[in-house]
């Protein structure tokens, strides 16, 4: 059952360190496990709800554009390294070759007029707390001239290698996850997109 | 890195010879709601005992240093499990520690005991495995899984694993097995292969007597792979115990060499760049120059279809132990087929046919104990204890019940492990009337092959009769 507004736990950060505040575990009672055909205790359950406090770090200028609309990636300018001008998606925040810290550009056009699908997966399962629809389209996205390939989710259309897809962006109430960034078919209308999501 | 040094491609080198002296494994299930982990750990531990007919104490009083591999803890909500096994083994106060390479934790906690061994560190190793997936329900666990791929980038997409993995696996079907009906019944047939193998082996938690067709009709999981194209989710533990020459001749008259080295690469496949084929000692630049003409698509290495860290194990292993043709120069395989398709993946990396023949190592009967078309010996059989997908999957102890399987078959003592009735009963299983012997016959020679998620760690164990080694030290 989802917690209600005031079983929620909230942090901010002032003056450098986090602030928590709400509620961030509700205890529950463990229960014995008994072998039904024995009649004797096997064990015990050991409930858990937390909350994890998770830093970002270098990292946030992305997930945090992905709510502005923007797909912001990293590029290496150490005039020195082998790799001078990779660009990383997902965005690294240092060079892995050099390790100078990248810097941070934006590739929402980029991404627009250049992803197509590397590879695909469809899949009916899910783990504990997943958000997305069911079934799931992995798709795995090249972008002309990144050296990476980013894994995301198709949210309209049937993934096909080397098909053109365009990213969107849950830009009316992100979440700052991973999943505020998905991809469509090209071609796909406004109105196909899922509630919450814009080009 | 997409270009290596000479000094990173340096063949690693053992300061002293190190030997195998003894193996054990528990019972191999699903759950086992009665049982703690730590009981498991003492079944297999106790196993190596008896295999050099010790009892435990006697065992103990050789072993220095202890090194544990366990992946998950967050499955146990136990931090520091390794302490409380090291405890409940009653080997304090030696030294020990944890060892963690996701799906790779077996044959890496070995890689650690071995490197101490070498070292002088110490002359006699424990490394010991386990792993405990039974106690949280099934979609709690695909969570925690999950957990192993990047947090902020993989995990929130659904939170499982598989579709991590799974993409690689269409890539490979699509690029090299082009989708074609005979590449799906290749990939069916390790199923039966492997399944079919478990049967003769007690410890087993996934034997089946199946056919291509129930492989092929199973539901599916994440196309083109199916239910029974997936290994399995298990519980148990294995161990061995490594040391120099002196002590291993005083635990067994027959130890065995051990070669064991490491590969690695990306956490997230998405930040796989593209590079040259790093080649192994029975390939040339040749063997790969219309690579892409055969198989368009497949321009891009490892891309999603190989396993960068699988080659780069194989390349330092092979050069340690003087391998130049691992089916010319090895006797028997055990390999991770975590899945299908992901086993004929790792037939390339660690050469047993080129990058895009994979499939042939099955089709050519070679991967078999007996050769299905020629009726004769296989080449170089392979998971004959039934691999990940018939035997186990308990992460932390897979490697280790690799090597010790690897081990029973260079002993020629795999029957005396197999075989017997009474252990059929006490594990409570049925020992099928058809039980055969797989004992690969005159085998000095083999290979263990213990890999991680999408391919982040591979370690390759090499297990030699002394008398039958290929390079001097």
Redesign the interface.
């Known amino acids: 059952m989802p917690k209600t507004e005031n079983e929620k736990g909230f942090v901010d950060i002032i003056n450098g360190r986090y602030k928590p505040e709400g509620v961030f575990h509700i205890p529950e009672a463990n229960q014995p496990i008994f072998n039904k055909d024995t009649g004797k205790l096997a064990g015990i359950t050991n409930p858990r709800d937390m909350t994890y406090i998770h830093s970002y770090g270098g990292e946030a200028p992305f997930f945090e554009g992905l709510g502005k609309g923007k797909l912001m990636a990293s590029r290496c300018d150490n005039e020195k390294c082998d790799t001078k001008g990779s660009i990383y998606q997902p965005l690294r925040i240092y060079c892995p070759d050099c390790l100078r810290k990248n810097t941070i550009i934006d590739m929402t056009n980029l991404a627009k007029t250049t992803a197509k699908i590397h590879s695909y997966i469809i899949t009916h399962r899910s783990g504990a707390f997943n958000s997305l629809p069911i079934p799931i389209k992995f798709i795995n996205v090249e972008f002309e001239g990144v050296v990476t390939i980013l894994m995301s989710v198709l949210a309209v259309g049937e993934p096909e290698i080397d098909k053109k897809v365009v990213p969107i962006f849950n830009t009316k109430a992100p979440t700052y996850t991973i999943t505020d960034l998905r991809f469509v078919v090209e071609g796909t209308s406004e109105s196909e997109l899922p509630e919450g999501f814009t080009f | ?3 290596f040094s000479d000094k990173q491609l340096k063949i690693p080198k053992l300061m002293r010879p190190v030997y195998l002296a003894t193996v054990g494994m528990s019972k191999f299930d699903r759950a086992f ?2 049982t703690r982990t730590e009981e498991l750990c003492i079944q297999a531990f106790t196993a190596a005992a008896d295999f050099v007919n010790m009892t435990p104490s006697e065992l103990k009083q050789y072993i220095h240093t202890c090194y544990y591999g366990h992946f998950a803890d967050h499955f146990g ?1 136990q931090l520091l499990g390794e302490s409380v096994i090291h405890d409940r083994l009653g080997l304090d106060p030696l030294g020990n520690i944890g060892v963690k390479t996701g799906g790779a934790t077996g044959g890496s906690t070995m890689w650690e005991a071995v490197k101490a061994v070498a070292s002088g560190y110490s002359d006699c190793t424990l490394a010991l495995g386990w792993e405990r997936m039974d106690e949280v ?1 099934t ?8 957990a192993a791929a ?5 995990t ?9 993995y ?6 490979y079907w ?1 690029i090299f097995g082009k989708e074609e009906d005979s590449f799906r019944d290749t990939m069916a047939e390790i199923a039966v292969k492997n399944r079919g193998y478990a049967r003769m082996n007690p410890h087993a938690h996934g034997p089946m007597k199946i056919t291509t067709e129930d492989v092929k009709n199973s539901p ?4 083109p792979l199916r239910v029974l194209d997936c290994c399995l989710m298990s519980v148990g533990s294995a161990c061995g115990i490594v040391c120099d020459e002196k002590t291993a001749y005083e635990i067994t008259d027959n130890p065995l060499r051990i070669y064991i080295g490491a590969g690695s690469h990306t956490l ?7 590079m040259t084929i790093p080649l192994l000692p029975n390939e040339t630049p040749d063997t790969y120059k219309d690579l892409g003409k055969r198989f368009p ?1 497949s321009e891009r290495y490892p891309g ?1 279809t190989g396993f960068l860290a699988a080659r780069m194990a194989a390349y330092y292993t092979y050069g340690m132990a003087g391998i130049n043709d691992p089916i010319e120069d090895l006797d028997v395989i055990e390999l991770h087929d975590a899945f299908t398709i992901s086993d004929i993946q790792s037939y390339e990396d660690v050469g047993l046919r080129p990058y895009g023949e994979g499939r042939d190592y099955i089709e050519s009967g070679d991967a078999y104990l007996i050769n299905p078309q020629t009726k004769k010996p296989g080449k170089l059989p392979s998971n004959l204890s039934g691999g990940l997908i018939g035997c186990m999957h308990a992460v932390g102890a897979t490697g280790l019940m690799q090597i010790a399987e690897i081990g029973y078959h260079v002993w020629n003592r795999w029957d005396e492990i197999h075989e017997p009735q009474e252990k059929w009963d006490a594990f409570g299983r049925k020992k099928p009337n058809d039980w055969a012997s797989l004992q690969v016959q005159d085998a000095k020679r083999g290979l263990a092959i213990s890999h991680a998620g999408v391919g982040s760690q591979v370690i390759a164990t090499i297990l030699m009769d002394p008398k039958n080694l290929l390079k001097e030290d």
């Open positions: 890195m997409i270009k709601p009665e909500d329900p979609d709690e666990g695909n969570h925690l899984i999950s990047d947090k902020d980038w993989e929130p997409l659904g939170h499982i694993y598989t579709g991590y799974a993409v690689m696996a269409q890539r699509k599916i999981v994440a196309y997230r496949v998405a930040d796989r760049r593209n698509g999603f």
